[in-house]
């Protein structure tokens, strides 16, 4: 209907373009960043000047950033502008260790806005959509980041805030939402309040896009959000660190998610020996930011394990596909010498119609043997009969030992005894005794 199927220029670039643009970028950014006595002295230390950097192949000399760095120099240490040109700050929760704090310009708003509006013109939405975000607003990024870039494409904005999950369907039916963001796990408490309140969101309500992300999640998990609330789910990632979201997003295609290269240079490198992995294997995500001026971040180890898809997608857009993630490298679960991400736990419950999305996954130490109970909640449709619950139970086992390669206890809730948390899903809780 006369519009584009671009927000911007940049996303057809193709990739001598887009790399014209991030070596120049780069070069720009890291001058920029000698205005931050952090990076003077990093780049003292490595024996490098901001005029060693001249290619993308370059940015190897520069040392990575890390968390750790962000907690030192709590809370303004990294800021390469002074205070009085910054216009907002965010900060983290800080549950492990000091906060971190991510300063921001007035340009670098307009910019990040300007990433989360191209995200969601992408997957369609247009100015005549209705968006409501059901994300906390105030320091968690989720909230103003959507709600900035949502105003800037032009819909109705519905800042409904988190929880209050009844309001919240008050307002998905009242001002006919048609677009809205929530974390997986919030998605499917949704769908399961409407039930119980008689209302089907097919019916009754207009929605028709969902961005889902900021929790590790998986293909099955999207396909029942989809199909329960009746919408196309689109993966959509970001971090603090990284502004929040608009980092990266699926486009409609909705196999892999776009990384806005002229926002970010993209590496996936091995956590141990800090080298690139070959192209196409998982690793950590690093990411430096070349469109930022307060507070740019060289080669910042997000600690987040993905991979770079190969090839082309069909959608004409050149910028890099990240794969699903994996899971955080401090997320995994060490157990009896096996490295096991919750989303591989997930990714076989969730193949079962049986079961309903909640699970939780506990460790303990059984005399003196680390164990592995998930409770997981059964979908309201089972049918109570102990021998199929039994069978059930031992197929699930089997299914986990293969992917998992340990043998972990499983266990059915009734839907809706666990534990609800008001953000992220609380996937471990890990009871283990440490020597
Ligand atoms: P916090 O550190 O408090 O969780 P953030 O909101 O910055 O704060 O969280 C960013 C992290 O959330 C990412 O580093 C990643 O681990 C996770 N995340 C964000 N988006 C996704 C996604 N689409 N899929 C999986 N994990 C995601
Ligand atoms: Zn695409």
């Keep these: 209907m006369g519009y584009s199927k671009f927000f911007n220029p940049e996303e057809t670039l193709d990739r001598a373009g887009i790399e014209a643009l991030q070596t120049e970028r780069l070069r720009a950014t890291v001058a920029h960043c000698m205005g931050s006595e952090f990076y ?3 780049f003292r230390e490595a024996g490098i000047s901001a005029g060693d950097i001249r290619t993308l192949d370059d940015l190897q000399k520069i040392p990575f950033t890390t968390k750790q ?8 240490g990294i800021a390469s502008i002074p205070l009085s040109e910054c216009a907002r700050l965010h900060s ?26 191209r995200c969601l013109w992408m ?26 870039g949502a105003e800037l ?3 109705l904005t519905v800042p409904a805030g988190a929880g209050n999950t009844l309001r919240q369907i008050k307002f998905i039916t009242d001002f006919g939402t048609t677009v809205l963001h929530a974390i997986p796990s919030y998605a499917s408490r ?42 196309k789910a689109y993966n959509s990632f970001g971090m603090s660190e990284m502004c929040g979201p608009g980092v990266a997003f699926e486009c409609p295609e909705q196999n ?11 590496e996936i490198i091995d956590p141990e020996t800090l080298k690139p992995v070959p192209e196409g294997e998982v690793g950590e995500l690093v990411l430096t930011t070349i469109n930022r001026e307060a507070m740019p971040l060289l080669r910042y180890r997000t600690r987040d394990l993905t991979r770079i898809l190969p090839g082309e997608c069909p959608c004409g857009r050149h ?20 490295n096991i991400f919750p989303i591989q736990v997930e990714q076989v419950l969730m193949q079962y119609n049986e079961l309903a999305s909640d699970y939780l996954i506990t460790l303990d130490t059984e005399e003196g043997n680390d164990s592995m109970t998930i409770e997981v909640e059964l979908a309201n449709s089972f049918i109570d009969d102990y021998s199929a619950l039994q069978r059930l139970e031992r197929n699930i086992v089997r299914m986990l030992r293969d992917e998992i390669l340990v043998t972990p206890k499983v266990k059915f809730v009734p839907k809706g005894s666990l534990p609800q948390s008001e953000g992220k899903a609380v996937r471990v809780r890990d009871l283990r005794k440490k020597y």
């Design 40 to 42: 003077r002295k990093r």
């Design 69 to 76: 760095d962000l907690r030192d120099t709590y809370p303004f």
């Design 92 to 117: 983290s929760s800080g549950t492990t260790g000091n906060p971190t704090v991510i300063l921001h310009s007035k340009k670098d708003l307009e910019q990040w806005a300007n990433a989360v509006a």
């Design 123 to 148: 997957v369609g939405c247009r100015p005549d959509d209705v968006f409501q975000n059901s994300s906390g607003y105030g320091m968690f990024t989720g909230g103003l980041g959507f709600q900035y």
């Design 153 to 155: 494409l032009g819909m």
């Design 190 to 231: 949704l769908y399961e309040v409407m039930c119980e309140k008689g209302i089907d969101p097919r019916r009754d309500t207009k929605l028709r896009i969902l961005a889902i992300g900021a929790e590790p999640h998986s293909e099955d998990t999207r396909k029942r959000i989809e199909e329960m609330l009746g919408v």
């Design 256 to 266: 892999g998610m776009h990384i806005w290269e002229d926002y970010y240079i993209v």
């Design 319 to 338: 910028h890099k596909r990240i794969d699903r993630i994996r899971g955080r490298s401090d997320d995994m679960i060490i157990l009896k010498g096996v």
